[in-house]
């Protein structure tokens, strides 16, 4: 089940006990931490050491917003 649940939810699996833990693009450009919802696991986001891969994110999610609206726009 839980490869079912990858698939349509974006996340990542913990390094701990190897449960899912979901979460957006907008959360990971924003949150401080991501806490696995199964052991509790809280996994600290540097912001620092991951400027580079959070300015993509953000570049990402700025694309796709973009794409909403238009798809919005059009229908």
């Known amino acids: 089940m ?3 649940q990858q698939q ?7 390094p701990k006990c190897h ?6 693009i907008a959360e990971l450009i ?3 931490y991501l806490e696995c919802p199964h052991c509790r696991l809280r996994l ?3 912001k620092k050491e991951s400027k580079k ?5 953000s570049n ?4 796709q917003k973009n794409l909403d609206k238009a798809s919005k726009f059009n229908r």
């Open 30 to 32: 924003s949150a401080q």
């Open 8 to 14: 349509r939810t974006p996340g990542l699996e913990c």
């Open 53 to 57: 891969a959070l300015e993509i994110l």
């Open 19 to 24: 449960h899912f833990i979901p979460t957006t």
């Open 44 to 46: 600290t986001i540097n």
């Open 2 to 4: 839980a490869g079912n």
């Open 60 to 63: 990402v999610n700025d694309a």
